[in-house]
T-cell receptor, first 112, second 114 residues
Framework: QQQVKQSPQSLIVQKGGISIINCAYE??????FPWYQQFPGKGPALLIA?????SEKKEGRFTISFNKSAKQFSLHIMDSQPGDSATYFC???????????FGTGTLLAVQP | NAGVMQNPRHLVRRRGQEARLRCSPM?????VYWYRQLPEEGLKFMVY????????ESGMPKERFSAEFPKEGPSILRIQQVVRGDSAAYFC????????????FGEGSRLTVL
């Protein structure tokens, strides 16, 4: 119940395309859902986050879509650029969980 | 305003030696988390500490691993009698509040056990 399942494991997108990464959770007490971006050799950095009182949040080219009934959330990267090539992690926390639980990550490669 | 500082960035140990990883949280942050990242895998929670207290160590292996966050100085993750399976990147993150919330990560300490 503490798991966050993430897919796909890897993704190749052409420059200008849309990258979509999906996550699912089971613990209905989770109330905070961030996405982190990690470049090789670096630590993860917060990209965008959502709470379940809204179904969508947009920041620039990055959008989180949240489906509370399905217990799923996804990251959409519009107009993907080679500089977006990185590993993306979804995560969740809330309720009695005093820590962020991370998905297994998606390695995104944006081809020029 | 310096970010989360971890050192050493790279550490090589032989089997049976001890590894000590240090983490200085961001200024004003009193909540520290340690995560382990194995190659091609996600971030696995290890331990959550506040000053002088271990709040949640549910992700720590029962043996050889310990963590502390003293009143003064950095948080320390200590691995005794290292084995090859301990080779990984260890990330520290800090937060200004409990029940995160945004976590601010350091750049990690990469441990290689020969």
């Amino acid at each position: 119940q503490q798991q966050v399942k993430q897919s796909p494991q890897s993704l190749i997108v052409q420059k200008g395309g849309i990258s979509i990464i999906n996550c699912a959770y089971e613990n209905t007490a989770f109330d905070y859902f961030p996405w982190y971006q990690q470049f090789p050799g670096k630590g993860p950095a917060l990209l965008i986050a959502i709470r379940p009182d809204v179904s969508e949040k947009k920041e620039g080219r990055f959008t989180i879509s949240f489906n509370k009934s399905a217990k799923q959330f996804s990251l959409h990267i519009m107009d993907s650029q080679p500089g977006d090539s990185a590993t993306y992690f979804c995560a969740a926390s809330g309720g009695a969980t005093n820590k962020l639980i991370f998905g297994t990550g998606t390695l995104l490669a944006v081809q020029p | 305003n310096a970010g989360v500082m971890q050192n050493p960035r790279h550490l090589v140990r032989r089997r049976g030696q001890e590894a000590r990883l240090r983490c200085s949280p961001m200024k004003g942050h009193s909540h520290v988390y340690w995560y382990r990242q194995l190659p091609e895998e996600g971030l696995k929670f290890m331990v959550y500490l506040q000053k002088e207290n271990i709040i949640d160590e549910s992700g720590m292996p029962k043996e050889r691993f310990s963590a502390e966050f003293p009143k003064e100085g950095p948080s320390i993750l200590r691995i005794q009698q290292v084995v090859r399976g301990d080779s990984a990147a260890y990330f520290c993150a800090s937060s200004p509040v409990a029940n995160p919330g945004e976590l601010f990560f350091g750049e990690g300490s990469r441990l290689t056990v020969l």
